[in-house]
């Protein structure tokens, strides 16, 4: 079909982009076009952003969220090589139709396979990490950590409960116990995380034409709890809580369906 001939297309709503770009925080220099990427990847593969949507273009993505143009090229260029956008020359930027694979012709290429243990070996380093941050943060936690986990949390439950992006107040809620517990090695290793797991589940799903994963109420109160037992410097039973947590994130993140 010629560029002439494609019929016209909706843009993408600049109130969802806006909710989506809504509460980033203080981001790295060097991190701008990931998050711009990563904020950009939940809105299209939960369908927020509609397929065939034009997004707005680069001049009024780098002012939405106030990073240069450069470093919007560079999340849509990322945002190409997953097949999620495509660009038309004089148009603009579209997402794309979901890959016309099938689940069989996937599995016949093994790439589920390679993606499925991806997932399982970050969420095995994530259950050795995190409950041992969870239990050093009991121990060490200060007035400035547990205000900051408290902020993280209402800005993950407004967000949830608006329909709005919620993965960056999700893993900063994860990254603040991390930095509680006063060892910046523990930040580091989780750092090298954020959005490794929930990333590749949610392109996994995408792809085999399965619903997004989403985050249920019953994470946020297993937020909630790990954040009372620190708070209250329940070192083992935050622990505990927090590898709890994560064994019911494995199972949500490949059963849940609309409406679970």
């Not at 016309?100 to 997932?119: K, N, S, V, W």
């Not at 409950?131 to 967000?159: I, S, T, V, W």
């Not at 109420?217 to 709890?244: K, S, T, V, W």
Request: aromatic residues 6%; hydrophobic residues 40%.
């Amino acid at each position: 079909m010629s560029q002439a001939s494609k019929p016209v297309r909706a843009g993408a709503s600049s109130e969802i982009l806006g909710l989506a770009a809504a509460g980033l925080g203080p981001v790295r220099p060097e991190r701008f076009a990931e998050r711009v990427y990563e904020t950009l990847f939940h809105a299209i593969v939960e369908g927020r952003i509609a397929v065939g949507s034009k997004l707005p273009s680069e001049n009024d993505l780098a002012t939405l969220f106030e990073v240069s143009r450069p470093v919007v090229r560079q999340a849509l260029d990322r945002l190409r090589e997953d097949q999620l956008v495509e660009s038309l020359r004089g148009s603009g930027t579209y997402v794309r139709e979901k890959a016309g694979l099938a689940p069989a012709q996937l599995q016949a290429d093994g790439e589920p396979e390679t993606r499925i243990g991806h997932i399982m070996n970050g969420l095995e380093l994530r259950m050795v990490i995190e409950p041992e941050c969870a239990y050093l943060a009991a121990l060490r936690r200060n007035k400035q950590d547990l205000d900051k986990m408290e902020r993280l949390l209402a800005g993950f439950e407004e967000a949830n409960a608006v329909g709005g992006i919620a993965h960056h107040f999700d893993f900063g809620f994860h990254e603040a116990i991390a930095m509680a517990t006063a060892n910046m090695r523990f930040v580091q290793v989780m750092k090298t995380l954020e959005y490794d797991v929930s990333h590749a589940v949610n392109m996994l799903r995408h792809l085999m034409h399965i619903p997004p994963w989403k985050r249920s109420q019953d994470a946020m109160d297993e937020h909630r709890q790990i954040f009372e037992l620190i708070r209250l410097q329940d070192a083992e039973g935050a622990r505990r809580a927090m590898r709890g947590h994560i064994e019911n994130a494995r199972t949500r993140m490949f059963n849940s369906r609309p409406g679970l």
